[in-house]
């Protein structure tokens, strides 16, 4: 729990792992999911859980940062490399034992306390009771082909630049529709690069990589350059003086020997205060001068400091997922996401200093009304993701919810003890 002044419940000591590769049979219901699944204690975190899947042969709905607690990560929707393919760990629940404000220890699934059920996967963490152990299910393991892409300018950025970023990042709804692709980039603020050997200094640029899992023959490391190269071509020779490189295709045997390879094994958090706004197909490719417009409001060029980070997680498994039990609170502007962009800011850690408290205050209101707002401003209707939005979020009801809050507010009244925040 993050408020100030809350009561802090340790789960850390609640473990322990069981992965059942026969269908799954939520308590007190009359049949059977047929899923892989894995069981879980309160304190399970992202490594333990991929590792565990993985000596199975399975993959699981996972998130960056290897101490990322699942229960945590998954009550806020919870995103990941597989969503464009699975849908998001909320999506994927299928049980949970959940201990209420009142000490009621309740079982929730699609067939017992089914308003809880909606209202854990994705109503935000700490906000209807403590949840003790969860079931979720896992898929079958399969090789994750990756390419990676980084195209700039020198510093200070060039009109050039900002087309052709423009140009590139239109095209990530045509990425998701035809491809099913996932990836994670970065279109960076001034940062000191070596490009080659006599090409030095400060650049601006995308760096990322495109992720497609071999989910059907069709996907393929052929198959993945094709969605991706051709544009890279086209604003090549669109906006000549890019600088551009690709290293096409690496297959990796799974999805874990990737996660494991770029996340592990002991990362972890780092101080930046973040902001989030999700952007759908319109934002995207609506308007191609509204989205260079954002994308230059919402990137610093402050050496250090992060810039526009691009999680591509969203796509047709997050948007037609069928979470069971009819639904869950996940909130409804992720069903027509293609990207979730963050923003962040940092400032010098010194919790003494009144110089460093000012610089943090600076940079918290920059992050709010000039970066994060220049995305609130090109998407006004979608929303921000919860678990890693800004402490500052506008309207964050809407924001964080959309048109599930209300039924969230209904459910957290009706356990006796709980606080409305
Ligand atoms: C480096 C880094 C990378 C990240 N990458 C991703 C990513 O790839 N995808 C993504 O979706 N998110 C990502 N996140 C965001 C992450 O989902 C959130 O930080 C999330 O809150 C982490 O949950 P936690 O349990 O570890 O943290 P905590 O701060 O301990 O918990 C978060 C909230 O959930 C509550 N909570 C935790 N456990 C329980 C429980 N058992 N029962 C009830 N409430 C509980 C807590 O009280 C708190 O309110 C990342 C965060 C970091 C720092």
Redesign the pocket.
């Known amino acids: 729990?993050?408020a100030p002044n809350a009561l802090t419940?340790w789960?850390h000591n609640?473990l322990g792992i069981t992965v059942q590769t026969t269908p799954f049979t939520p308590t007190n219901c009359p049949y059977s999911i047929s899923t892989p699944s894995l069981t879980f204690g309160?304190?399970e975190?992202m490594a333990a859980l991929n590792l565990a899947a993985s000596q199975y042969n399975l993959t699981i709905i996972s998130?960056?940062?290897t101490?990322?607690?699942?229960?945590?990560?998954m009550?806020?929707?919870?995103?990941?490399a597989l969503g464009p393919t699975y849908g998001m760990?909320a999506d994927n629940v299928l049980e949970m034992e959940?201990v209420t404000p009142s000490g009621e220890i309740l079982t929730v699934n699609e067939c017992q306390n089914q308003d809880l059920f909606w209202a854990l996967r994705g109503g935000?963490?700490?906000?209807f009771?403590?949840?003790?152990r969860t079931t979720i299910a896992a898929f079958p393991s399969v090789p994750l082909h990756t390419l990676t892409l980084q195209f700039g300018t020198p510093f200070p950025y060039s009109d050039t630049y900002w087309s052709a970023a423009a140009a590139f990042f239109s095209s990530y709804p045509s990425f998701a529709s035809n491809y099913h692709l996932a990836g994670y980039g970065t279109f960076s603020p001034n940062t000191s690069i070596s490009i080659s050997a006599n090409q030095t200094g400060n650049f601006g640029g995308f760096a990322g990589v495109f992720l497609l899992p071999a989910v059907s023959p069709s996907n393929t490391t052929t198959s993945l350059e094709q969605a991706i190269l051709p544009i890279v071509e086209e604003i090549q020779s669109s906006y000549p003086g890019l600088f551009i490189s690709t290293n096409t295709s690496a297959t990796y045997p799974s999805f874990y020997d990737w996660w494991i390879t770029s996340n592990g094994p002991d990362?972890?958090?780092?101080d930046l205060m973040v902001g989030s706004r999700l952007l759908d197909a319109e934002a995207l490719s609506g308007n191609l001068t509204a989205l260079k417009e954002a994308m230059m409001g919402a990137t610093t060029t402050t050496m250090g400091q992060a810039g526009l980070m691009v999680?591509f997680?969203s796509g047709v498994g997050v948007w037609d997922a069928k979470p069971r039990g009819g639904g869950n609170s996940v909130n409804p502007a992720w069903r027509r996401a293609v990207v979730h962009c963050t923003n962040g800011a940092t400032w010098p850690y010194a919790p003494s200093s009144p110089s460093a408290l000012t610089e943090r205050t600076t940079q918290q209101n920059l992050l709010t009304n000039t970066y994060v707002q220049a995305l609130r401003t090109l998407a006004p209707n979608m929303g921000a993701?919860v678990?890693?939005a800004d402490v500052n979020e506008p309207d964050f009801q809407k924001a964080f919810w959309g048109t599930n809050y209300e039924r969230l507010v209904e459910i957290k009244r009706s356990f006796e003890g709980s606080v409305i925040v």
């Open positions: 729990m993050t419940i789960v609640i309160a304190g975190e998130g960056g940062q101490s990322i607690g699942y229960n945590g990560y009550s806020g929707a919870g995103h990941g760990a959940v935000g963490g700490s906000t009771g403590v949840i003790t990362w972890g958090g780092i999680d997680v993701y678990n890693e």
